[in-house]
């Protein structure tokens, strides 16, 4: 429970930090990214100060054998660089650069009820559930045999 | 257009910095959306509680917010549809095989030097920017 209850207040504090730096705004994402029109550095100097601060952050809570509120350990990322990576950075990337929109800011966006972010959201789910769906069909491919009985119902 | 906001990007940055660290320092977990809410869609079993009380909190945080005077503004979307879902499915899809998004490589990865985040970061900033120059520029317009 209390583990529900920090995840619960963290989303909240990363909302606001959202809302308050500008980046729930898709347009000022955009501008950002435009480097060659009316450049607007905003996300450089959010992205400066959200790793200033996790960066320290992390390094000290790094000391701890393990969290506060879970018993298992902290969380150790992948590090090595493989070609999914490569490919669903330039997918993410080519999404990220026409509407300006990722997943952080898309949720918050939410709350304004448009239309077109809850479309947003939809097809973005709908691309991470299509990306577990293709990553068991592969993982099934080679060995056919291998695969499950379809599964019966009820 | 949109102004360049030194201090509001400082102080909202420094409160993601924040989330991302007492996220760690409470639940041992990356402050990853893409990852947290694609387990919350896909994950059979246990360990989604967590997972649905942090997206919770991020789809309230603007009510919240709104009681203490910050302000959601109106988000300012393309006006093709088509371009909206095709955007979507891209960066659905696109951070879940490339294991992170702007959260999760861009803030918590690169936090941690990790190569692969650091790569994952060039890349997506890279593509977007071209994205944006070709849509607003044209090619050899």
Redesign the interface.
């Known amino acids: 429970m209390?583990?529900?209850?920090?995840?619960?207040?963290?989303?909240?504090?990363?909302?606001?930090?959202?809302?308050?730096?500008?980046?729930?705004?898709?347009?000022?994402v955009?501008?950002f990214?435009?480097?060659?029109?009316?450049w607007?550095?905003?996300?450089a100097?959010?992205?400066?100060?959200?790793?200033?601060?996790?960066?320290v952050?992390?390094a000290?809570?790094r000391r701890?054998e393990?969290?506060?509120?879970?018993p298992?350990?902290?969380?150790r990322?992948?590090?090595?660089?493989d070609a999914?990576?490569?490919?669903?950075?330039?997918?993410?990337?080519?999404?990220?650069?026409?509407?300006g929109?990722?997943?952080?800011?898309?949720?918050?966006?939410?709350?304004?009820l448009?239309p077109?972010?809850i479309?947003?959201?939809?097809?973005?789910?709908?691309?991470?559930?299509?990306?577990?769906w293709w990553r068991e069909a592969i993982r099934l491919e080679p060995s056919p045999a291998a695969a499950p009985s379809p599964a019966i119902d009820g | 257009m949109t102004d360049f906001t030194p201090v509001s990007a400082l102080i909202g940055g420094s409160l993601i910095g924040l989330a991302a660290t007492l996220l760690m320092l409470l639940t041992g977990r990356i402050a990853g959306i893409s990852g947290i809410l694609a387990g919350t869609l896909t994950l059979a079993g246990g360990d989604k509680a967590w997972r649905y009380a942090f997206i919770a909190g991020l789809i309230v945080s603007p009510l919240i917010g709104a009681l203490i005077g910050l302000q959601l503004e109106e988000p300012r979307m393309p006006s093709s549809w088509a371009v909206i879902v095709v955007a979507g499915l891209l960066v659905g899809f696109g951070s879940r095989l490339g294991g992170g998004c702007t959260s999760g490589h861009g803030v918590c990865g690169i936090a941690r030097l990790s190569p692969r985040s650091i790569v994952a970061t060039l890349i997506f900033m890279g593509t977007a920017m071209m994205v944006v120059f070709v849509s607003r520029h044209g090619l050899g317009m």
């Open positions: 209390p583990t529900v209850v920090a995840a619960a207040l963290c989303g909240i504090i990363f909302g606001f930090g959202l809302i308050i730096s500008g980046m729930a705004q898709p347009a000022k955009l501008n990214l435009d480097i060659f029109g009316r607007d550095p905003s996300l100097l959010v992205m400066i100060a959200a790793l200033a601060v996790s960066s952050g992390y000290l809570v701890r393990r969290p506060l509120f879970a298992q350990g902290m969380c990322a992948k590090r090595d660089i999914p990576l490569v490919v669903g950075s330039g997918l993410f990337g080519i999404g990220w650069g026409l509407v929109l990722c997943p952080g800011p898309a949720l918050v966006d939410l709350a304004t448009s077109k972010v479309l947003f959201v939809i097809a973005m789910a709908a691309g991470m559930v299509a990306h577990r």
